[in-house]
């Protein structure tokens, strides 16, 4: 029986340390559409401090432009990721301007957008492209709803929902 036991730990521990290296999201990022159509970036952490975006592509197979031809069937052409320092950390809650424009995101690429700190901490927002934020409404908030397990929210909700529930998402992640 012993034996078991010790063999039963010496197999889980190297996958408790892996798991042990991944820091979870430890705030959440909305995505505002203002009145005169612009975006903004609501930073919701939990604790700590970030100061650091990340444009980040998920996936993405554009055809190729240059040759006018269809994409190779070869695998996933990479979209480069791009970084923005922020001009002071984020402690809490912020708002800040879009850091790039929407209409450069391309309608065959889904992106994630994460704020990264020195510490390890991080903020996430729900995965989107051009067509998920064309369908933000002034007022309205993309968010990383359903990406996560809730009480509250579950991945049924739809990621676009109004400043208050953003709020009440980002109260709930935290807590």
């Known amino acids: 029986m ?27 990022l909305g995505l505002l559409r203002q009145e005169d159509g612009s975006l903004e970036v609501l930073v919701r952490l939990c604790h700590g401090s970030v100061n650091l975006l990340n444009l980040r592509a998920i996936n993405s197979f554009p055809p190729d432009s240059e040759l006018g031809s269809q994409p190779e069937d070869n695998g996933w052409r990479n979209v480069k990721a791009r970084e923005y320092p922020m001009p002071a950390p984020i402690v809490g809650d912020a708002e800040l301007a879009m850091p790039f424009r929407e209409r450069t995101l391309g309608s065959d690429v889904l992106f994630l957008l994460t704020a990264y700190g020195d510490d390890g901490e991080n903020a996430v927002s729900g995965q989107f492209g051009a067509s998920e934020l064309a369908g933000v409404r002034p007022g309205e908030v993309f968010t990383p709803i359903g990406m996560f397990a809730s009480d509250i929210w579950d991945s049924s909700d739809d990621p676009i929902v109004s400043r208050e529930e953003f709020e009440r998402f980002a109260d709930d992640f935290c807590s």
């Open 2 to 28: 012993k034996t078991r036991h010790v063999a039963a730990v010496l197999l889980l521990a190297p996958l408790l340390a892996l798991t042990a290296c991944t820091p979870g999201a430890t705030g959440t």
